[in-house]
Nanobody
């Protein structure tokens, strides 16, 4: 059983920054592509960012490009999402997920999910 645990969410003001972390109990964390998704109230869960196992390739949703940065530290089995210039529209529950094979924007590509962490941005 692989566990993913997100942390770092909270209530911030528009324009602030926040860094989310995702810890994994998987001893082979570094072998898997990973992603961040989010779900706003009343909306479908959507792709935010993805990163290849080595950290050498990343992809972002257009809505966060230039503001969010995904990164990972395989030595300590951690995934991060640095979020800058936050907007009210970024308010959502953020989830980290492990890709079954390759990362991408489709949720079906991921087979392990965390419980999520709430990010609320006040305008």
């Amino acid at each position: 059983q692989v566990d993913l645990v997100e942390s770092g969410g909270g209530l911030v003001q528009a324009g602030d920054s926040l860094t989310l972390s995702c810890g994994s109990s998987d001893r082979v964390f570094g072998s898997y592509d990973m992603g961040w998704f989010r779900q706003a109230p009343g909306k479908e869960r959507e792709f935010v960012a993805g990163i290849v196992w080595s950290g050498g390739r990343k992809q972002y949703a257009d809505s966060v490009k230039g503001r969010f940065t995904i990164s990972r530290d395989n030595a300590i089995a951690k995934l991060y999402l640095q979020m800058n210039n936050l907007k009210a529209d970024d308010t959502a529950v953020y989830y980290c997920a492990r890709a079954q094979y390759n990362f991408g924007p489709d949720q079906s590509m991921y087979n392990v999910w965390g419980q999520g962490t709430q990010v609320t941005v006040s305008s």
